[in-house]
């Protein structure tokens, strides 16, 4: 016939692999804008009442992203996440069991360029977390002001994810029941102008309130390594005191984001094809301490960020990094 049928298939593939991860990549930069764009723009045509509506239901619905959110499972499950996984590859690593009885705080490193490592694993089952830990909802916790914004706020939490504010803590970790595993990217903006190629930095240090909540909560600490995470953009490093790097640091301090100039593979923003391999450590046991010292909260927070680097180096070799290679906690 002149043509290879296993071929073209693999060829539609590909196809499938790139429009889905260009979707993923320029959705979380990019519709938040595009909603606020959309109904300001309803709003002076014929179809006002339509944003005014929504906007009215919002102001009534404001509590509901602290409150548990409204996670689907139709859009958990979406092939376009298996067609993202596969585009890299992703895979998830567990080292040990998770009890579905209890309730953990999972903290995600690196930040990376966009988080598409934690992104694809916590907020899809696309990487299998429920089948790797039966009776275990993860749950991604961003920044609230997401879920301010109009409709975008409703993609949001169908993905699983809530707001990384102490009342929502609180609510996942009191009245939510058992086995939620909320998974926070510790070192947010900060650790995001990290991102380079080839450097496995973590900010770390002074990130403690994490570690208080889970000792007001009781609930178990467990660090998770993304490796490859860092590789997936080239990003653009400006020198400290610059123009770049100063209104970096000032949407960073007003935002709580810091935009960073990045470039991908191809397209622009097309991540390189780097395998992502997210290892997910074992619980540290936490006890309930309502009020805890700050001698309690130092003490678990040493111990997190050696079980971390502990973490880190037991899988550096297997995921693709020289023995030699050191975790940079700053």
Same mark, same amino acid.
């Given at each position: 016939?002149?043509?290879?049928?296993?071929?073209?298939?693999? !060829?539609?593939?590909?196809?499938?692999?790139?429009?889905?991860?260009? !979707?993923?990549?320029?959705?979380?930069?990019?519709?938040?804008?595009?909603?606020?764009?959309?109904?300001?723009?309803?709003?002076?045509?014929? +179809?006002? +009442?339509?944003?005014?509506?929504?906007?009215?239901?919002?102001?009534?619905?404001?509590?509901?992203?602290?409150?548990?959110?409204?996670?689907?499972?139709?859009?958990?499950?979406?092939?376009?996440?298996?067609?993202?996984?596969?585009?890299?590859?992703?895979?998830?690593?567990?080292?040990?069991?998770?009890?579905?009885?209890?309730?953990?705080? +999972?903290?995600?490193?690196?930040?990376?360029?966009?988080?598409?490592?934690?992104?694809?694993?916590?907020?899809?089952?696309?990487?299998?977390?429920?089948?790797?830990?039966?009776?275990?909802?993860?749950?991604?916790?961003?920044?609230?002001?997401?879920?301010?914004?109009?409709?975008?706020?409703?993609?949001?939490?169908?993905?699983?994810?809530?707001?990384?504010?102490?009342?929502?803590?609180?609510?996942?970790?009191?009245?939510?029941?058992?086995?939620?595993?909320?998974?926070?990217?510790?070192?947010?903006?900060?650790?995001?102008?990290?991102?380079?190629?080839?450097?496995?930095?973590?900010?770390?240090?002074?990130?403690?309130?994490?570690?208080?909540?889970? +000792?007001?909560?009781?609930?178990?600490?467990?660090?998770?390594?993304?490796?490859?995470?860092?590789?997936?953009?080239?990003?653009?490093?400006?020198?400290?005191?610059?123009?770049?790097?100063?209104?970096?640091?000032?949407?960073?301090?007003?935002?709580?984001?810091?935009?960073?100039?990045?470039?991908?593979?191809?397209?622009?923003?097309?991540?390189?094809?780097?395998?992502?391999?997210?290892?997910?450590?074992?619980?540290?046991?936490?006890?309930?301490?309502?009020?805890?010292?700050?001698?309690?909260?130092?003490?678990?927070?040493?111990?997190?960020?050696?079980?971390?680097?502990?973490?880190?180096?037991?899988?550096?070799?297997?995921?693709?990094?020289?023995?030699?290679?050191?975790?940079?906690?700053?």
């Amino acid at each position: 016939l002149g043509f290879d049928l296993t071929q073209e298939k693999t !060829q539609m593939k590909d196809f499938l692999e790139n429009i889905s991860v260009l !979707q993923a990549v320029l959705t979380l930069p990019l519709l938040g804008p595009a909603c606020i764009g959309l109904m300001v723009y309803l709003m002076f045509t014929s +179809l006002w +009442l339509l944003p005014t509506l929504y906007f009215i239901w919002q102001l009534k619905d404001r509590h509901t992203p602290e409150r548990g959110g409204r996670r689907t499972a139709f859009v958990r499950n979406w092939k376009v996440w298996k067609l993202v996984r596969d585009y890299f590859p992703m895979k998830l690593v567990k080292t040990a069991e998770l009890n579905p009885n209890k309730n953990y705080i +999972l903290g995600c490193h690196p930040h990376g360029v966009l988080s598409l490592g934690a992104f694809t694993t916590f907020t899809t089952e696309a990487c299998g977390f429920m089948d790797l830990f039966p009776g275990v909802r993860s749950c991604l916790c961003i920044l609230s002001g997401l879920f301010k914004i109009p409709l975008y706020r409703e993609y949001v939490m169908a993905t699983g994810c809530c707001p990384v504010s102490k009342p929502s803590l609180k609510h996942l970790l009191s009245k939510s029941g058992k086995g939620n595993a909320l998974v926070i990217i510790i070192g947010g903006a900060a650790e995001s102008l990290l991102s380079v190629p080839g450097v496995n930095a973590v900010v770390m240090k002074q990130r403690k309130g994490f570690v208080k909540v889970a +000792l007001e909560f009781g609930a178990d600490l467990v660090p998770v390594y993304s490796y490859g995470e860092n590789d997936m953009f080239r990003q653009v490093i400006f020198s400290e005191g610059s123009v770049g790097w100063r209104l970096q640091q000032l949407c960073k301090k007003i935002m709580g984001f810091a935009p960073c100039l990045f470039m991908g593979e191809r397209w622009f923003w097309m991540p390189y094809h780097c395998p992502v391999t997210i290892v997910v450590g074992s619980p540290i046991p936490v006890p309930k301490r309502p009020s805890p010292t700050q001698e309690e909260v130092d003490h678990y927070h040493g111990l997190y960020m050696e079980s971390l680097a502990k973490l880190f180096n037991e899988h550096k070799v297997s995921c693709g990094l020289s023995d030699s290679h050191e975790l940079l906690i700053t």
